[in-house]
């Protein structure tokens, strides 16, 4: 039994203020890089071990901050931008992110989120990446926010619907892709090589192409 009170767990958290200020020195200021790990730990507050929420809200606001650096111009972006979004981030989205890193062999930058994200991934889906080389064991559900939507370059749902916010000049699909939960691993398996195939059709259109030399 977990007896750690919100406000145990948040200033647990807010321990990696000055550790994330160093990361960003000169960006932003450590009032505002304390405010988005404050925010970023109340928003994984019930849906996640207490015990897990101090690092994975240091991670999430590092994401979070990036995002809004490269939407301001401080921080440049060197590759494409892609980000899945599905209802639970906790199957469809995270193997399309998984998937994308992996086989675009970090040449495209990947996020996921959820509209109204679990409290952990899909255990199936672990496993059935795991087959193929894949580890996804340090991943979470995040919850959707408006930095990173708008730091994308491509948005592609998987069953989140119209939840997403719609920005100019940005590219959105919509993958119609079964959802694993509840599902056999079978089933899985063919739902993580559904997703594989439209990942390598979309490397080969979102990723910069390679000059070669005589």
């Known amino acids: 039994m977990n007896d750690k009170s919100d406000a145990d767990v948040l200033a647990l ?82 193997m399309a992110a998984a998937l994308l890193d992996a086989r675009s062999e970090g040449s495209v930058h990947v996020r996921s989120a959820g509209s109204a994200p679990a409290g952990s991934i899909n255990a199936v889906v672990v496993e059935v990446l795991n087959e193929i080389g894949i580890d996804i064991g340090k991943e979470f559900p995040k919850p959707m926010t408006d930095d990173v939507v708008r730091a994308a370059d491509v948005v592609i749902t998987m069953g989140c619907g119209d939840a997403c916010p719609i920005y100019p000049a940005k590219r959105y699909e919509d993958w119609e892709v079964e959802d694993p939960a509840g599902k056999d691993i079978v089933t899985v398996r063919k739902i993580r090589d559904d997703i594989e195939r439209r990942v390598l059709r979309l490397i080969e259109q979102v990723r910069p192409a390679r000059t070669t030399t005589a």
Not at 29 to 58: F, H, N, Q, W
Not at 75 to 92: D, S, Y
Request: aromatic share 8%; charged share 25%; with cysteine.
């Open 13 to 94: 958290a807010l321990t990696s203020t000055d550790k994330l200020h160093r990361e960003f020195d000169g960006i932003f200021s450590p009032e505002t890089v304390r405010r988005c790990l404050e925010e970023s730990a109340k928003s994984l507050m019930g849906s996640l071990v207490a015990d897990y929420i101090p690092i994975l809200s240091y991670r999430f606001a590092r994401e979070r901050l990036s995002a809004v650096a490269q939407n301001e111009g401080t921080l440049p972006k060197t590759m494409p931008e892609v980000l899945f979004v599905c209802v639970h981030n906790a199957g469809r989205s995270q």
